[in-house]
């Protein structure tokens, strides 16, 4: 269940600190969700608030894992209020927590993302209409070809260049809008309705 | 067309006495039938109709013969003007009207296995897609978006040469309609390889619309024409 005990006892100790530590705390939460943690400030914010070390690090950790879960649950205002309802904060604490939230989820979700795994993605694609009119081999022809560069986003292949003849070129191109149709059929409708 | 000395030492042989009228007729046939890869070379040598000619003359008409075809079909000739290192050789007429007739019907066919022996990017034939809604991962709930799987099918050149091979052997008797069944086909087998990419719906949109302008890029070329 989220949000679970242990998540309750580390973040049990936000509702007595100043709002102004508060703060700093959910900034470093989202921080180290967005670059990584980097646990050295940790007795920095200790010292200058007078809490001891533990204090900070299972407050900040909390914090992490509170808003990597919304984030993933992709949660909406309503239920991430219903969520932070158990911790019986102050209203001025949820207010400024789910703000931080709804400004940073999406940020959250392209790190998580990003750790996701992912297939080679389409990223770029140029071309270029050449007519080729001799080779070693034969002299004097016309060939017209076109060439398509692709620019994906893979480690083993980062570019490839394809060619392509006129009758090719159609043909791709109508088989290409036939599945650009098919996103807009009824039964993709309603599976979008139905799972959203 | 320039030929070189063995060359048309080659040539000078079949205007000779050397050779039969008939043994002509058969080396031409054969030496347009090796070069469209519809008869191995150890046909010419083993046939009974040029059993009686000198090897090594043989084998040097023969490669006067290929060095001739091929030259002409590089440069895109007309029969009459690939004929002429034979004239210039002394061949009398009626051996070189069996090889402007062949010459003329093999041009086109000779041509195409010309341009498969160059190289070229992997050619673009077909393609497969796949319409996937992603619902969720590991890290990630609720993810809801549409998410293409697209496998562009490629074939290399210079496949041609396999292709014909892999078909029937012919021997040098069945090869007189040669020509006239020439395949249209200069790609390959089937045998490139797969290029594989995912993308968005926007992304396959943009994609369409960039194939569709180059494709409208081609059409307003050949009407300006």
Same mark, same amino acid.
Request: hydrophobic share 45%; net charge negative.
């Given at each position: 269940?989220?949000?679970?005990?242990?998540?309750?006892?580390?973040?049990?100790?936000?509702?007595?600190?100043?709002?102004?530590?508060?703060?700093?705390?959910?900034?470093?939460?989202?921080?180290?969700?967005?670059?990584?943690?980097?646990?050295?400030?940790?007795?920095?914010?200790?010292?200058?608030?007078?809490?001891?070390?533990?204090?900070?690090?299972?407050?900040?950790?909390?914090?992490?894992?509170?808003?990597?879960?919304?984030?993933?649950?992709?949660?909406?205002?309503?239920?991430? +209020?219903?969520?932070?309802?158990?911790?019986?904060?102050?209203?001025?604490l949820?207010?400024?927590m789910?703000?931080?939230?709804?400004?940073?989820?999406?940020?959250i979700?392209?790190?998580?993302?990003?750790?996701?795994?992912?297939?080679p993605?389409?990223?770029?694609?140029?071309?270029?209409?050449?007519?080729?009119?001799?080779? +070693?081999?034969?002299?004097?022809?016309?060939?017209?070809?076109?060439?398509?560069?692709?620019?994906?986003?893979?480690?083993?292949h980062?570019?490839?260049?394809?060619?392509?003849?006129?009758a090719?070129?159609?043909?791709?191109?109508?088989?290409?809008?036939?599945?650009?149709?098919?996103?807009k059929?009824?039964l993709m409708?309603?599976v979008?309705?139905?799972?959203? | 067309?320039?030929?070189?000395?063995?060359?048309?030492?080659?040539?000078?042989?079949?205007?000779?006495n050397?050779?039969?009228?008939?043994?002509?007729?058969a080396l031409?046939?054969?030496?347009?039938?090796?070069l469209?890869?519809?008869?191995?070379?150890?046909?010419?040598?083993?046939?009974?109709?040029?059993?009686?000619?000198?090897?090594?003359?043989l084998?040097?008409?023969?490669?006067?013969?290929?060095?001739v075809?091929?030259?002409?079909?590089?440069?895109?000739?007309?029969?009459?003007?690939?004929?002429?290192?034979?004239?210039?050789?002394?061949?009398?007429?009626a051996?070189?009207?069996?090889?402007?007739?062949?010459?003329?019907?093999?041009?086109?066919?000779?041509?195409?296995?010309?341009?498969?022996?160059?190289?070229?990017?992997?050619?673009?034939?077909?393609?497969?897609?796949?319409?996937?809604?992603?619902?969720k991962?590991s890290?990630?709930?609720?993810?809801?978006?549409?998410?293409?799987?697209?496998?562009?099918i490629?074939?290399?050149?210079?496949?041609?040469?396999?292709?014909l091979l892999?078909?029937?052997?012919?021997?040098?008797?069945?090869?007189v309609?040669l020509?006239?069944?020439?395949?249209?086909?200069?790609v390959?087998?089937?045998?490139?390889?797969?290029?594989?990419?995912?993308?968005?719906?926007?992304?396959?949109e943009?994609?369409v619309i960039t194939?569709r302008?180059?494709?409208?890029q081609?059409?307003?070329?050949?009407?300006?024409?």
């Amino acid at each position: 269940m989220f949000p679970n005990d242990e998540l309750k006892t580390d973040l049990a100790h936000l509702a007595g600190l100043p709002s102004a530590a508060v703060d700093q705390f959910c900034t470093l939460a989202v921080q180290f969700l967005k670059h990584g943690a980097n646990t050295k400030v940790f007795a920095g914010a200790a010292s200058k608030l007078g809490v001891a070390v533990d204090v900070v690090e299972a407050s900040v950790e909390g914090l992490c894992f509170l808003f990597s879960e919304a984030a993933k649950l992709r949660l909406t205002e309503a239920e991430f +209020r219903e969520c932070l309802a158990p911790m019986a904060w102050p209203t001025g604490l949820q207010d400024a927590m789910l703000a931080l939230y709804l400004a940073e989820v999406d940020n959250i979700r392209l790190v998580q993302a990003e750790l996701s795994m992912t297939l080679p993605r389409l990223h770029h694609a140029s071309w270029r209409l050449d007519v080729q009119l001799a080779s +070693r081999s034969v002299h004097s022809m016309v060939n017209p070809l076109y060439y398509l560069e692709l620019q994906l986003k893979d480690a083993a292949h980062p570019s490839v260049v394809l060619q392509l003849d006129y009758a090719n070129m159609k043909h791709l191109t109508s088989v290409l809008e036939a599945a650009l149709a098919e996103s807009k059929t009824p039964l993709m409708k309603k599976v979008v309705r139905n799972i959203h | 067309m320039q030929v070189s000395d063995d060359v048309t030492l080659g040539l000078s042989f079949l205007g000779s006495n050397m050779i039969t009228d008939d043994g002509t007729t058969a080396l031409v046939q054969a030496a347009f039938a090796v070069l469209t890869k519809k008869l191995d070379e150890s046909a010419i040598y083993g046939s009974a109709a040029l059993g009686e000619v000198d090897p090594a003359a043989l084998k040097q008409m023969y490669h006067a013969l290929t060095a001739v075809i091929l030259e002409g079909a590089k440069r895109n000739l007309d029969a009459d003007v690939a004929c002429a290192p034979l004239e210039e050789a002394g061949v009398p007429e009626a051996r070189i009207n069996a090889f402007s007739t062949l010459y003329g019907k093999c041009l086109g066919m000779l041509r195409e296995i010309l341009f498969s022996a160059g190289f070229n990017y992997p050619h673009v034939v077909d393609a497969q897609w796949r319409l996937d809604y992603v619902i969720k991962d590991s890290n990630l709930e609720k993810i809801d978006e549409i998410h293409y799987a697209v496998a562009l099918i490629t074939e290399n050149g210079g496949d041609f040469e396999d292709e014909l091979l892999a078909g029937n052997p012919a021997t040098l008797d069945g090869i007189v309609k040669l020509g006239s069944e020439a395949s249209s086909s200069h790609v390959g087998n089937g045998t490139g390889r797969k290029v594989e990419f995912t993308c968005s719906r926007e992304q396959l949109e943009d994609l369409v619309i960039t194939l569709r302008d180059a494709t409208k890029q081609m059409e307003r070329i050949i009407e300006d024409e």
